[in-house]
């Protein structure tokens, strides 16, 4: 063992590691424990009351009512398979128009023309097959009609029945959203609600979805595809479905002037059910990422399912 000087010229002893040990604790001084780490806690299962029994009403009234005066409409639309601007049909200059061609063989192919551009469309628009597996001259095809085969009659009949329903469900859907609150309490979106678009947009892109409170209630993006679809795209198509009929001509002549005639009428309409339609994939998509049954359940019976995750947390307590 050897030995150094300290500062004031002794020698010390080198102190060896096992000598070197922590002091000891006076046994009336208790030990400080650290609190336990948090612990995951179960999910917390809360319902809340998401819709009310006249929005499901209304919303499985149109979930009859929109498949049936789509395909009907298509329907119409083949009797004359093109579509035009102004009071007049310019059968020379259509914006859209779905035509045939025949071949050199004897046969016929489906065309399409958007604004004078033409594009073969053989076996979906123009000409397509029909249920004895030929090739037949129609717009749309026979599985996106109603009825199948081309009944410009029975497809009338069809459109116009569920037209009304649509409207008088459309009306008295209106008329509770603005005595109850529902249309600004729930649907229209606000300025505190637009400030957080950006973010809604790439959460919806990132498949991000809302969780507790957030889910209980409409987030920016269905706030404005709802409002637009219920209070301006149906609003739209039904004027305009009016601007369609002679009678409707007579009874509000106005109607020709706002829409710039029949034919043009006739093309917002056509436009606003592809808007519908946009709508309604788009809103079967999300409903089905975004919890099938949960979204599913709750236009039954109302009841919407949160489930709010947390951790257990320990109080640590002081003497």
């Known amino acids: 063992?050897?030995?150094?000087?300290?500062?004031?010229?002794?020698?010390?002893?080198?102190?060896?590691?096992?000598?070197?040990?922590?002091?000891?604790?006076?046994?009336?001084?208790?030990?400080?424990?650290?609190?336990?780490?948090?612990?995951?806690?179960?999910?917390?299962?809360?319902?809340?009351?998401?819709?009310?029994?006249?929005?499901?009403?209304?919303?499985?009234?149109?979930v009859l009512c929109l498949p049936i005066l789509i395909m009907s409409g298509l329907q119409i639309f083949n009797a004359?398979?093109?579509?035009y601007l102004g009071?007049?049909?310019?059968?020379?200059?259509?914006?859209?128009?779905?035509?045939?061609?025949?071949?050199?063989?004897?046969?016929?192919r489906g065309i399409t023309t958007?604004?004078?551009?033409?594009?073969?469309?053989?076996?979906?628009?123009?000409?397509?097959?029909?249920?004895?597996?030929?090739?037949h001259r129609r717009g749309f095809p026979a599985w996106a009609t109603l009825p199948s085969h081309q009944w410009l009659a029975m497809g009338r009949r069809w459109?116009?029945?569920?037209?009304?329903?649509?409207?008088?469900?459309?009306?008295?859907?209106g008329l509770?959203?603005?005595?109850s609150?529902?249309?600004?309490?729930?649907?229209?979106?606000?300025?505190?609600?637009?400030?957080?678009?950006?973010?809604?947009?790439?959460?919806?892109?990132?498949?991000?979805?809302?969780?507790?409170?957030?889910a209980a209630r409409y987030n920016v993006l269905q706030k404005i595809a709802y409002t637009g679809v219920v209070f301006v795209l149906g609003p739209l198509i039904i004027l305009t479905g009016m601007t369609m009929s002679p009678?409707?001509?007579?009874?509000?002549?106005?109607?020709?002037?706002?829409?710039?005639?029949?034919?043009?009428?006739?093309?917002?309409?056509?436009?606003v059910c592809f808007a519908f339609v946009g709508f309604i994939g788009v809103h079967l998509f999300m409903v089905a990422v975004s919890g099938l049954w949960n979204n599913f359940r709750s236009m039954v019976v109302g009841r919407y399912r949160i489930a709010e995750i947390g951790v257990a947390r320990h109080d640590q307590e002081t003497n």
Do not use: C
Not at 80 to 83: E, K, T
Not at 163 to 173: D, E, Q, S, T, Y
């Open 181 to 214: 609150r529902h249309f600004d309490r729930d649907l229209v979106p606000f300025p505190k609600d637009l400030r957080g678009i950006g973010r809604a947009v790439r959460d919806h892109l990132l498949f991000r979805h809302p969780k507790g409170d957030e």
């Open 80 to 83: 004359h398979p093109a579509l």
């Open 159 to 173: 459109h116009f029945f569920f037209a009304w329903l649509f409207v008088i469900n459309g009306l008295l859907f």
């Open 1 to 62: 063992m050897s030995d150094s000087i300290d500062p004031g010229g002794e020698p010390v002893e080198d102190l060896k590691p096992e000598d070197m040990a922590p002091p000891a604790v006076s046994a009336d001084r208790p030990v400080m424990e650290s609190p336990p780490p948090a612990e995951p806690q179960a999910p917390t299962i809360r319902w809340v009351y998401r819709h009310a029994l006249p929005v499901r009403l209304a919303h499985w009234i149109n």
């Open 176 to 179: 509770y959203s603005f005595l």
């Open 247 to 271: 009678r409707m001509d007579a009874a509000f002549p106005w109607l020709l002037d706002l829409f710039g005639g029949r034919q043009s009428a006739r093309t917002i309409h056509f436009i």
């Open 87 to 108: 009071e007049r049909s310019d059968r020379d200059r259509p914006i859209l128009s779905l035509d045939t061609a025949f071949t050199d063989s004897g046969g016929i």
């Open 114 to 135: 958007v604004f004078g551009h033409s594009f073969d469309t053989t076996g979906w628009l123009g000409a397509s097959s029909d249920s004895d597996g030929r090739i």
